[in-house]
């Protein structure tokens, strides 16, 4: 064997030796950063929240003002998500199948609520309908109230979660095409028939995903919901606003207690997140290798 030849296998296998060093490093700095920034504030919400014992746990999420916390925040994700579902279908729907002047100015509109403060859309719907707002008057007269009331947190968890369902359904739309659709019409169906006998099987587990995606959000909404909702205890606070509450008051163990209940539901979103995920990318393996 020559000696370039040497030097060349030499050089390869100290190539190969850096670059699997360089992998470990990487791999260990990214389980470093999952374990401080994820699992070990989870690890300290959950510890905290037991801190006083599993009797006192559960009195913090029994008390009486976390459960109205707790029913509020579910009636919130019971009528905001299937709004956003029916808009997310819609939009998705209208976008990938036709061709309108105002097209690229909808999807720019869905992407809305990801570029504005949650902050600043709830202070934009307390201008609008609050006491001293645009249309304040008016509902005051027709004793319509909005704002400090669950209509305006539900308007506020819509705003923000707008994007999720729509934004997940519309590539895979745009990737299916319109080739089914058409096939169905020639066969006689009309258009309710050829959308659920054939569109909505071919994206119904991308419309699972964006609807998890959008209840995850909605539980946790915090900014928006707060501007509209009033603080008021018992009423219009929804579980992330107790828990500050809780925080403030310096009732560390009830707050830590309510936030893990919040985690609990957070964790089994994700188990259905990660769950329509693989059903997702095994459905397009196999439209591919068709």
Known sequence: MSQS?????????????????????????????????????????????????LGAFFTAIFEPDALSALKLTVFAVLISVPLNLVFGVSAAWCVSKYSFRGKSMLVTLIDL?????????????????GAQGFFGPW??????????????????????????VARELIPLMQEQGTQE????????????????????PNIKWGLIYGVVLCTARAMGEFGAVSVVS????????????????LYNEYNHVAAFAVASLLLILALFILLLKQWSENRINRLRASAAEE
């Open 139 to 164: 509902l005051q007269d027709q004793d319509i109230q909005i704002v400090f009331a669950l209509p305006g947190i539900v308007l506020a968890t819509i705003f923000v979660t707008v994007p999720f």
């Open 230 to 245: 009033g603080h008021i205890r018992g009423v219009t606070n929804t579980l992330p606003l107790h828990v500050e509450i």
């Open 181 to 200: 659709e058409e096939a169905a019409r020639l066969l006689g169906a009309n258009g309710w028939q050829m959308f659920w006998h054939v569109t909505v």
């Open 5 to 53: 030849s040497i030097a060349a296998a030499s050089s390869a296998n100290a190539a190969r030796r850096g670059s699997a060093t360089s992998r470990r490093i990487l791999i260990g700095l990214g389980w470093l950063i999952f374990f401080l920034f994820l699992l070990l504030p989870l690890f300290i919400v959950v510890s905290q929240g037991l801190k006083n014992g």
């Open 113 to 129: 609520p990801f570029s504005v403060s949650p902050v600043i859309a709830g202070l934009v719907y307390v201008l609008m309908f």
